[in-house]
């Protein structure tokens, strides 16, 4: 009998492990960015980050998105068809904030935790946000020109149409920054174009009205190519005029390089991608640790540019 | 005073069978023996997967120190044949050249060079050549340089002054030094001398793809987790796979261990980790990152494959000992069911011997046992019905209806004839013989009452047969108080009178005497009547000749009482053909304490 009952034990003991060694399976999380395109290099900074999350928390994260960063239509799809996959979290970087809002609810309704990052949908609840706060850029971008310019300077902000959401976000955070530390300094206007030979023009009309510009913040960095491209016809105002741009493309750090741009505001895509995913798995493997994680950006300058941690920045290593 | 409490023996542990008692222990001891040598064996085994995973992770970051070792070497190789080119000298001495033109088919031979090392080796970036005279080289055929870049400024160039000849490694960074071109390098610089060996005339450059570096690091498996990085002697992240997060303070890792030690070590904060170190010789850290129970991932299989084969070892081992103690106790079984029916009364069975081991002895023995069991029920069976006939016969004799209707045709004689002293005599007698036989009820009595009872006895008999019988009773005092079965006496006496005496002619005299010798009580009942004659003397004592006297008790009776009661014979019979007989009884002496009733 008591031998029957040792037995007993030990195959319960058995069983018991038999299911926790079963019940340790890898979470998968389905990522979906704004693109996927592998030129792309802020979002494939992304993917690495999430890589090194995955490997890190030993999940299995699978990372999709539009081909291009404005297909509203596609990355819809795409979040739908990750609903129907019925993964343990989705992660999305919203193509645009109004209109990702009734799948994002879908999603929530099918019982699947959603993480959103780079920016916050407009409305609808969801478990974690990881988002770069892009009112803090435009507050530091405006800062940083305002530092540069003479008492009583006039600025104007260029953006482009199809980065509307942020631009707008940036451009509050440059007049809180203004108002607050720099009240002298006078934003001429704010300006919305469709591309960068729009741009160009745009720029190029303004000068002419406004002779007296010392700086401008370009919210975009395609905009950012219309704007030198202008300075640069407009010879004489091209060392006086302070540039700050966004985002730090190729283009941009050359600017930084040669002087043509006096900082850049940047988010650290690779720290996006990883801090979503951990608060991803936090949500999987605690259902109560909802999270906003708000990133903060970084100022790079001609003489920063080259620290190694800005490097690592800059200038992503992607292995291709 | 006992040291020791003493402990009761566990009740839990009560077998109803041998087999189970057998079965238990050799259980519970092949348990405690298989479990003692798993668990010693997986220790053993989970320390061996636990060594090996170490060394197997020493062993790849040998690999992966001399993979990078092996880039680097080629590097400095490549750096040496720069040195020793003497189109280079000869391009990077001030005195060389007056013209620009002069210059151009030494700067195409050295860029051709470079070019050929460039394109049979992936790995290297750029090779570059920057003379102090403002003279510059590359592997590319039309370099432009980054206007806005200051080569001058940058770490490498820097580094290679400083150390006047001997080549300098400097950290993953972003070249750009040439226009557009923005690329992850590690650089190998060194200082060129000029022909006297004494003044620096420029500085030469290779760079390694940092991918080199980044492919050997990220190839290696530790796991599903572990991870590789480099650090420099001062404690600098030279590659790491989440630098961005080490640099924004959402991670961080264990640099100040990793620099002050040389050998692996594991850390408890935070989840276990295995940290094993490799110091390249030249100021590289290559530290490897393994999680701990991700190496004993391996162990927990191990782990639950003993478990599992351990749980099989014992339930083997339960259905052997059942076996075993089944074989066991087998006989004992059959032995004990034997003992069963035995208990029921049945003593015809015989044991089966099965073998000759002790349980074989053990069913011999039981088989004598019961034999002699059954012949001793059958003795006493036997013994009882001869006491049960014995005492009927005794009781006979105390009442013999024949002497009883003499002695009162006796005294009715008497009466008449108006004797009446003699009536008086014979009836006070009669009622005294009867008084002695009823009054005790017991088969032991003292030997004076059986005198007392064979005197009156006598007197009745000499009341009836008067000159013609005459008697002796002669009791030696000392064996009067000795005990002895009752009516012991009477039945000689009446075969003296009947036999002996009243077949004769004239008076004849019965003599019984009474007295101990050697530890014996004796009695002799002697007459001078015709005597027996041999034939039939000599079946007079056995039991199974018919009794002479029908109506009283044989001879041979009373030696069966005798035996039975004594154990033995005791009845000597001599006698004479006209001369009387003799008859000698001898007992062993009884006293009273020893006469219980059976």
Partial sequence: MVLFLLLLGLSLILILRAIFTQEHRQEKIIAILKT???????????????????????????????????????????????????????MLAPVDVEALVPAAEEVKKAGIRLIVIDMALQAGKVDSLVMTDHVDAGRKAGAVLAQQLKPNSKIVMMSLMKNYQVALLREQGVREALEAEYPHIEIVGS????????????????????????????????????????????????????????????????????????????????????????????????????????????????????????QKILFPFVIR | MRMFPRYKPIRILRFRSIQSRITFIISLLL???????SLNSYLLTSDAVEGNSRQYIAELMKQVKMNILTYLDNMEQISQLALTNRDVKYYLSDTSFITEEARRPYEKRISDLFQTI???????????????????????????????ADIKSQTWYKKAVDAGGEPVLSPPHVQNIIQNEYRWVVSLSRELKSADGMIGEGVFLVNLNLSVIDEICSQIKLGNRGYVFIVDE??????????????????????????SRSSSFITEEGEKRLYTIEDTGFGWKIVSVAYMNELIENKEVIQLSYIILMLISIVVAIFISNIISKRLSHPIKRLQSSMKKLERGNFNIRAEILSIDEIGQLART??????????????????????????????????????????????????ERKKHSEVVEMTASLARLFRSSIQ?????????????????????????????LD??????????????????????????????????????????????????????????????????????????HEPVNKRGIGVANVNERIKLLYGKEGIYISSECGNGTKVMIRLPIRHEEECIDE
């Avoid at chain 1, 990372?63 to 239509?73: A, C, Q, V, Y």
Wanted: hydrophobic share 40%; with cysteine.
């Fill in chain 1, 191 to 310: 300006y919305f174009n469709y591309s960068e030979e729009e741009t160009y023009a745009k720029t190029k009309v303004i000068f002419s009205d406004h002779k007296d510009l010392s700086g401008i913040i370009v919210m975009d960095s395609i905009a950012t190519v219309g704007v030198t491209e202008a300075l640069k016809g407009i010879e004489l105002v091209n060392k006086s005029v302070k540039l700050v741009g966004f985002e730090g493309s190729i283009n941009e750090i050359k600017l930084l390089e040669e002087g043509l741009m006096a900082a850049v505001v940047v988010r650290k895509p690779f720290n996006l991608g990883y801090l979503g995913i951990k608060a991803a798995v936090d949500l999987i493997r605690n259902p109560h640790s909802n999270s906003t994680v708000m990133l903060e950006p970084v100022v790079i300058t001609q003489n920063n540019m080259y620290e190694p941690e800005n």
């Fill in chain 2, 234 to 259: 001062l404690g600098n992240i030279i590659y790491h796979p989440q630098q961005q997060l080490l640099y924004s303070g959402i991670k961080e890792e264990l640099i100040e261990e990793v620099t």
């Fill in chain 2, 471 to 544: 008697y002796r009773v002669e009791f030696d005092a000392a064996a009067l108080e000795c005990r002895m079965p009752r009516i012991l006496l009477q039945p000689f006496v009446e075969n003296a009178i009947y036999h002996g005496i009243k077949n004769k002619e004239g008076m004849g005299t019965v003599r019984v005497k009474g007295w101990l010798e050697n530890n014996e009580l004796i009695f002799e009942i002697e007459d001078d009547g015709v005597g027996i004659p041999p034939e039939k003397l000599k079946h007079l004592l056995s039991s199974n």
């Fill in chain 2, 440 to 468: 005790k009820d017991e088969e032991w009595i003292p030997v004076f009452i059986e005198r007392e009872h064979i005197t009156n006895y006598l007197k009745i008999q000499k009341l009836r047969y008067k000159d013609r």
């Fill in chain 2, 366 to 415: 039981f088989n004598v046992m019961v034999s002699k069991i059954k012949e001793l029920m059958n003795q006493k069976l036997k013994d009882q019905e001869i006491k049960r006939i014995n005492e009927l016969r005794l009781l006979q004799a105390q009442i013999n209806p024949h002497f009883l209707y003499n002695t009162l045709d006796s005294i009715i004689w008497m009466a």
């Fill in chain 1, 36 to 90: 996927n395109d592998i030129r792309k290099e802020f979002w494939q900074t992304v993917a690495q980050g999430i890589h090194s999350a995955e490997k890190e928390f030993d999940v299995i994260v699978d990372i999709r998105g539009p081909l291009s960063e404005t297909d509203i239509e596609e990355q819809i799809e795409l979040l739908r068809e990750a609903i129907a996959e019925k993964p343990d979290a989705i």
């Fill in chain 2, 118 to 148: 460039i394109i049979t080796r992936s790995d290297i970036s750029s090779i570059m050549l920057i003379g102090y005279n403002g003279r510059f080289v590359s592997d590319r055929r039309v370099t432009s340089l980054n206007p806005y």
């Fill in chain 2, 31 to 37: 348990a405690f023996v298989l479990a003692v040598t």
